[in-house]
C-alpha cells in the first residue's frame, strides 16, 4: 500500500473500534511476543550486522527489554484500561469523579539507529496496549534490523492496525505531512524540531525523545575504581552510541589522575589488550558518522585511543584531555567512543560548564557526598540520572523516561507508555435524588451564603 493508502485504512480501522476491544489488544501483544521469541537469533544477527553487537549486549539492552515490556503488557493491559475514581468535588454533590484512558486514534512512531529493535517496539507496545493504531518508521542506517522489523510485524499485525514503512528522511517528511491523533520521535533535537512543526499544523500532540551532551560529575569523595568500571562500561556499551551515556567527564583536580589511571585499567579488564579483537566491542554505524566522531579526535591530546579502523568501522574507546569549551569535542553531543576529561575545583566551575549546554538527557554523579549529591540533583535540570552509576535510570520502568527543554518532551517505559498513548477523558456522574438549588437564578441574596460555604472549604 502507498503511504496515504494505508494512513487512511488505518484510520478507517481505528474507526470499526476493533482496537477499543481489551482483549484484541493483549492478544495482539501475545501474538507479537511469540513471534519475537520465534525470530531471537534473527534479532541477535540484525544488531550484530548494523552495530557489531555482541548477543550479551544484544539481550540485555535489546531483546530482553521488550520481552520484558511485553510481558508486562499482557498482564497489564487490562487493569491499565480501567476508569480510575478521583475524589469528587463538593460543589458538584451529589457525584462521583472518573478519569477514562481512551485511544487517540492513529499514531506515527520514527526511530533511530542505535538501539534499532528496543526504540521501535517499546513505544509500539504502549500504543498497541492503549488501542491505537500504528504506522512505524524505524531509522534507514540499521538496515538489517529494520527490515527485521517489518517482517516480524507483518507476521504479527494485519497492515491496517500495526504496519512498517521503511524509507529514509523523505519517507519519514511524507509521513509527517499526514494528520495523526499522536506522533512519537525518537532520535536528534533538530529534526525533532522539523517534527514538531508538522505536527502542530495538525494540532498533533508529539512526544519527542532526544539527546543532549550529558554531564557526568567525578567528585573528590568517588569510590575511585567502581566510578572508573561503572564510566566504562555505560559510556562504552555499543560503543558509545547510546543517547544517555555520560557525554565527559567533570572530574575533581585532585583525584583526575588516579581516575584515569583507573579507567584505562578497566578498559583492558573488560577488552583486553588488543580492543579491536575484542568480541564485545561494538562497531560505529555507518562511515558518515565515523569521519564526523574522527573530526573531534583530530587535533586533541589523547590520554588514550585514537586508533581507528575505517574498513571496520572500529574507533578504539578514546580519553581526550581538557579540550577547551569551543572545540569540536565539545560543541554537540558525541555519540560515540570518545570521552572528554576535564578538571574542575569549585562547584562554580561544575555550574558554568553544564549550564553552558541546552538541559541534558541524563546527568550522573559520582560521590560519597550525601550534601554534594543533594545539590547535585537540586541545582540542574535534567531529563533523568543517577547517582554513582550512569544509564541504569532506564531499566526501572517505573520512573517515567523522557527529556527536559532541547532533550525532549514527554515520557514512557511501563505504565508510563499507556498513559503517554492515552487521552484521559475527564467526567463527571451526577445524581439526580437532591438538587440543591444554590446555583441556579434568581440570584437575590444567594452570594452572601455562597461566598461562606466557599470561605470553608
Ligand atoms: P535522527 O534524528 O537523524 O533520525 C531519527 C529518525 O528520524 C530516523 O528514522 C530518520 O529517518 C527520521 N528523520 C530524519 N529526518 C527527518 C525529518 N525531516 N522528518 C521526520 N523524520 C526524519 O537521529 P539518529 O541519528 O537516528 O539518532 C541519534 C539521535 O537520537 C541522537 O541525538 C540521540 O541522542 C537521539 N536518541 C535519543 C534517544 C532517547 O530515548 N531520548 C534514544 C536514542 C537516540
Known amino acids: 500500500m502507498q503511504i496515504k493508502e494505508l494512513h487512511q485504512a488505518q484510520i478507517n480501522f481505528f474507526k470499526s473500534r476493533t482496537t477499543i476491544g481489551i482483549k484484541y489488544r493483549v492478544e495482539s501483544l501475545q501474538r507479537l511476543k511469540k513471534i519475537i521469541e520465534k525470530r531471537e537469533q534473527d534479532v541477535y544477527a540484525a544488531l550484530e550486522n548494523d552495530l557489531g553487537k555482541c548477543e550479551f549486549e544484544a539481550f540485555l539492552t535489546e ?3 521488550i520481552i520484558a515490556e511485553l510481558k508486562k503488557f499482557i498482564y497489564r493491559t487490562k487493569k491499565w484500561s480501567q476508569p480510575t475514581k478521583v475524589s469528587s468535588s463538593i460543589l458538584n454533590f451529589p457525584s462521583k469523579a472518573r478519569r477514562y484512558p481512551e485511544p487517540y486514534g492513529n499514531v506515527l512512531i520514527i526511530s533511530p539507529w542505535n538501539y534499532p529493535f528496543q526504540l521501535a517496539l517499546a513505544p509500539l507496545i504502549g500504543a498497541v496496549a492503549a488501542g491505537n493504531t500504528v504506522v512505524l518508521k524505524p531509522s534507514e542506517f540499521s538496515t538489517a534490523t529494520s527490515s527485521l522489523l517489518k517482517e516480524i510485524i507483518e507476521e504479527a ?12 528522511a523523505q519517507v519519514a517528511q511524507e509521513l509527517t505531512a499526514l494528520s495523526w491523533d499522536y506522533i512519537f520521535f525518537t532520535g ?5 524540531k522539523k517534527i514538531y512543526q508538522e505536527a502542530a499544523k495538525h494540532l498533533t500532540p508529539v512526544t519527542l525523545e ?8 567525578v567528585h573528590e569523595s568517588a569510590a575511585i575504581k567502581v566510578t572508573a568500571k561503572r ?16 557525554d565527559y567527564l567533570l572530574v575533581h583536580h585532585s583525584i583526575k589522575e588516579q581516575l584515569v589511571t583507573e579507567i584505562k585499567n578497566q578498559l583492558q579488564e573488560f577488552f583486553g589488550e588488543d580492543i579491536k579483537k575484542s568480541p564485545d566491542y561494538p562497531r ?17 591530546s589523547i590520554l588514550t585511543g585514537g586508533n581507528h579502523d575505517k574498513a571496520s568501522l572500529y574507533i578504539a574507546p578514546t580519553l581526550i584531555n581538557e579540550p577547551s569549551r569551543d572545540s569540536k569535542v565539545m560543541e554537540n553531543e558525541i555519540f560515540g567512543p570518545i570521552l572528554p576529561v576535564i578538571s574542575y575545583t569549585t562547584e562554580q566551575e561544575l555550574e558554568s560548564w553544564i549550564e553552558s549546554y541546552e538541559k541534558p538527557l541524563g546527568a550522573y554523579c559520582f560521590t560519597g557526598d550525601s550534601k554534594f ?3 547535585f540533583v537540586q541545582r540542574f535540570s535534567f531529563g533523568g540520572g543517577v547517582i554513582n552509576d550512569s544509564i541504569v535510570q532506564f531499566i526501572n520502568d517505573r520512573l517515567p523516561f523522557g527529556g527536559v527543554g532541547n532533550s525532549g518532551i514527554g515520557s514512557y517505559h511501563g505504565k508510563h507508555s499507556f498513559e503517554t498513548f492515552s487521552h484521559y477523558k475527564s467526567v463527571v456522574h451526577r445524581g439526580t435524588w437532591i438538587d440543591l438549588p444554590v446555583k441556579y437564578a434568581p440570584y437575590s441574596n444567594k452570594l452572601k451564603w455562597v461566598k461562606k460555604l466557599m470561605s470553608k472549604l
Open 373 to 375: 549529591e543533594d545539590w
Open 284 to 300: 560505529i554505524i555507518r562511515d558518515a558518522h565515523f569521519d564526523l566522531l574522527l573530526e573531534m579526535i583530530a587535533g586533541e
Open 210 to 217: 532526544l539527546g543532549g551532551k550529558n554531564p557526568c560529575v
Open 63 to 65: 531483546y530482553n527489554v
Open 188 to 192: 536528534s533535537p533538530g529534526v525533532g
Open 231 to 246: 564510566i566504562v562500561w555505560a559510556k562504552f556499551l555499543n560503543a558509545g552510541q547510546t543517547c544517555i551515556a555520560p
Open 157 to 168: 499485525f494485519d497492515q491496517e492496525h500495526v504496519s512498517v514503512q521503511l524509507g529514509d
